[in-house]
């Protein structure tokens, strides 16, 4: 039997910053000790593409966890496909209350993206390694999010 601790806090976990932004929500995350993987529940996504446009998608569970070579990933557990901008560094997680979770979901059904920037730009600022100058800017390590080069013959999300 597997051993797993389910988290009831939503959460949000950093996919891509550069040149485009990405952020998975998850109303509950699940954390399997046997595979090392996390496992997010009713969860969408923003993403602001490199041209300012804002894509909104929704998934049932989506799985982060590390492959053997050492990349970060994240999947869709129901198409099987990956997110693409797969990691060298383990993809951040910010924990969020559940008035902002809902505040969050709210804003996704509006399509507000500043918004939803302005929040995790200041959520995902604040942790070591990451900083953001101005209303407008985040900054990431630089190994995060960078290893699309490694999958080539991958088809991404």
Known sequence: MEQAIGLEDPCAVLLENGPG????VARRIEYSFLSGRLRLEL???VRIDEHQKEHFRGFAAVEVYQRDDGIWVAKDCEKGRLFS???EEAYRLVY???SEYESLRDSEMGHRADELFSFFR???GKLPGFFSPDFRTLVTPDRYACARDRFL???FL
Do not use: R
């Open 21 to 24: 932004f990405s952020v998975l």
């Open 43 to 45: 969860t969408f996504q």
């Open 85 to 87: 901008s797969p990691s």
């Open 96 to 98: 969020i209350p559940f």
């Open 122 to 124: 200041d959520s995902f």
């Open 153 to 155: 013959d991958e088809k």
